[in-house]
């Protein structure tokens, strides 16, 4: 579809609570299984934000972020918050969550995330990648995104998507994207930020049962980072097993335009369409 897109994923509102960040989620946030609810890429990128800049340290940087999704994440009004778990020079444990408004009207938890933070040192002369870098994007990149259309404007419409290959018996699928609009309106996001307004999408990428029969929601995403991401485009491959009993996990390897970066894992909640 061809749409117009807003600022960016998220607008600077008046805070809820002391100490935390209110913001008001723009439609790039809906989700494309139900435009009711946010898709779980802005928000886990929302967290890693508030994590990004919590009791800064120079010399450290994030290793390690678990995002958990509590459920539907209504498209109202965010609140984000994080704090220091386990203080340490060396070592440090934070956590983040995201609060919307309840039924009752009430704030209640509808993500969180935890982070370990290690100080960095220089391991240049014994620096590897064990996982292959992507090719590039072809000149006729594979279709990608048709199956989740919903006529209206959703996350998939706010990135650039180029998809290499898509996921076959013998190997994962292969994509390219990018953000086409800021995390946060008036902001530059960093390249963490960047990469996370992606990864969650993996279980997309990596899909082995078509969208229009099956859903395939995650309910958590990890992220292991052993190098700090550049640059505006993410590549995931991604390949997801699916077990007889409704449950699946998806897996994806995550690189930048130098090679891996990391690696990320999904559970899936998987159950035929309209179930």
Sequence with gaps: MTATLPEAFYLPAPPALEGAETFTPTDATRSVWSTDMQHGAPPSALLVRA????????????????????????????????????????????????????????????????????????????????????????????????????????????????AVRATDADGPGVMWARPLLALVAGEQPSPLQTMFSVVDAANGVGATVDPVHHTFLNTDLTVHIHREPAGDWVGLSAEASIGPDGIGTCAAVIHDADGPVGRSAQTLLVRPTGA
Excluded: M
């Design 51 to 162: 994590l990004e800049r919590c009791a800064p340290a120079p010399g450290t940087r994030l290793t390690r972020v678990v995002t958990e999704l509590l459920g539907p994440i209504p498209v109202t009004a965010t609140t984000v918050r994080a704090r220091v778990v386990r203080p340490g020079r060396a070592i440090a444990l934070l956590q983040a969550e995201l609060l919307c408004a309840g039924p009752d009207g009430d704030l209640r938890p509808v993500a969180t995330a935890t982070a370990w933070r290690l100080a960095t040192a220089d391991t240049a002369a014994v620096a590897q990648d064990r996982d292959p870098a992507l090719p590039p994007a072809p000149t006729d990149p594979v279709p990608f995104g048709d199956q989740w259309s919903t006529g209206t404007l959703t996350f998939l419409n706010a990135v650039e998507w180029q």
